[in-house]
């Protein structure tokens, strides 16, 4: 079993940044892809980002590509989401994700029945 908690969210005004981090432990932690994905309310989960654990790879959704940036940090199982120029469409719980079946470069797994864990989420709101 993996355990994920995000932490890092808040209300931040238009224009401004936030860091995300996602935390990840247990047993069978060893992932080939994680994943950031967000939920507004009344909307269905929607893909943010994904980042290959061995290389670093990383792949984005078109419409956010240049304001957020996926990293990670694998001697301490983090990963995190650098969110800048936030707009109030932005606003949404951010969940982590994990996926421990074999990844293929060139498929950013973009839907959620791509990954195996999630964190409990946090919520993200960008004031206008």
């Known amino acids: 079993q993996v355990q994920l908690v995000e932490s890092g969210g808040g209300l931040v005004q238009a224009g401004g940044s936030l860091r995300l981090s996602c935390a990840a432990s247990?047993?069978?932690?060893?992932?080939?892809?994680m994943g950031w994905f967000r939920q507004a309310p009344g909307k269905e989960r929607e893909f943010v980002a994904s980042i290959t654990w061995s290389n670093g790879k990383t792949y984005y959704a078109d419409s956010l590509k240049g304001r957020f940036t996926i990293s990670r940090d694998n001697a301490k199982n983090m990963v995190y989401l650098q969110m800048n120029s936030l707009k109030p469409e932005d606003t949404a719980v951010y969940y982590c994700a994990t996926r421990g079946r074999p990844s293929y470069t060139g498929n950013a797994y973009s839907r959620v029945n791509d990954y195996d864990d999630w964190g409990q989420g946090t919520q993200v709101t960008v004031s206008s």
């Open positions: 247990g047993r069978t932690f060893s992932p080939y892809r």
